[in-house]
T-cell receptor, first 113, second 112 residues
C-alpha cells in the first residue's frame, strides 16, 4: 500500500515564524497535493505538484509556498505564519496511471499563536 | 466552475437502519467521483470511487454509492448503519487538473 507520511501530527508556532510542513510518499507518485481543512469549509487545495520542481497554485495559495526537489517529498512553507493559518493540513499523492487512487497522510494540526 | 455540494451538515441515524449521505456535483466532461471518511484527528480514508461502468459502486466497510448522471448525484449508502460508522464523510470530484475538489463534509452520527 502507498504510504504518505507527514512529519508532524501537531505543531505550535509563533506568529511571524517560517514554518515547514513535510510530506513524503513511498510509491514514486508523480502528483502530490497540499490541502487545508477547516470546519464547515471542507478541504481546500493550496498547491499541487505534478513533477519534480513543478508546482501549480490551488484555490488558496496566498501566504504559502511549496518545494519539490525530490519526487518523494513535497514541502509546504508558511513564509510568515499568521493566526489565520491555524488549521489542519493534509498532504496527498497520486500516480499518473489509470488507477486514479489518491492517498492521504494523517494530517498536521498547526496552531499559530 | 466545478464543484461538489453536500447539502446536509449532519445526518443522524439509528444503528441498524439504512443510511444515505447526499452528494451532488458540477463538472465539465465525465466525472470521476470519490467518497472519503475521516475519523477524529486523522487523515482521510478512501471508501469508494466511480470512474466508469456500473452506476452502483461498492466500497469498503459495506458502503456503496449510486452514480446518477441525470441528477448529477453520487449518494453514499449503507443498508445497516453501525455506531462505528460515526465519522465525517467527504464527497470529491476530480477537477480539470489532477486535484480533487471536495464538498464541505457531512457528519454522520449513528446512535445505539
Amino acid at each position: 500500500d502507498v504510504k504518505v507520511t507527514q512529519s508532524s501530527r501537531y505543531l505550535v508556532k509563533r506568529t511571524g515564524e517560517k514554518v515547514f510542513l513535510e510530506c513524503v510518499q513511498d510509491m514514486d507518485h508523480e502528483n502530490m497535493f497540499w490541502y487545508r481543512q477547516d470546519p464547515g469549509l471542507g478541504l481546500r487545495l493550496i498547491y499541487f505538484s505534478y513533477d519534480v520542481k513543478m508546482k501549480e497554485k490551488g484555490d488558496i495559495p496566498e501566504g504559502y509556498s511549496v518545494s519539490r526537489e525530490k519526487k518523494e517529498r513535497f514541502s509546504l512553507i508558511l513564509e510568515s505564519a499568521s493566526t489565520n493559518q491555524t488549521s489542519m493540513y493534509l498532504c496527498a499523492s497520486r500516480g499518473s496511471g489509470t488507477d486514479y487512487g489518491y492517498t492521504f497522510g494523517s494530517g498536521t494540526r498547526l496552531t499559530v499563536v | 466552475a466545478q464543484s461538489v455540494a453536500q447539502p446536509e451538515d449532519q445526518v443522524n441515524v439509528a444503528e441498524g437502519n439504512p443510511l444515505t449521505v447526499k452528494c451532488t456535483y458540477s463538472v465539465s466532461g465525465n466525472p470521476y467521483l470519490f467518497w472519503y471518511v475521516q475519523y477524529p484527528n486523522r487523515g482521510l480514508q478512501f471508501l469508494l470511487k466511480y470512474i466508469t461502468g456500473d452506476n452502483l459502486v461498492k466500497g469498503s466497510y459495506g458502503f456503496e454509492a449510486e452514480f446518477n448522471k441525470s441528477q448529477t448525484s453520487f449518494h453514499l449508502k449503507k443498508p445497516s448503519a453501525l455506531v462505528s460508522d460515526s465519522a465525517l464523510y467527504f464527497c470529491a470530484v476530480r477537477g480539470t487538473g489532477t486535484a480533487l475538489i471536495f464538498g464541505k463534509g457531512t457528519t454522520l452520527s449513528v446512535s445505539s
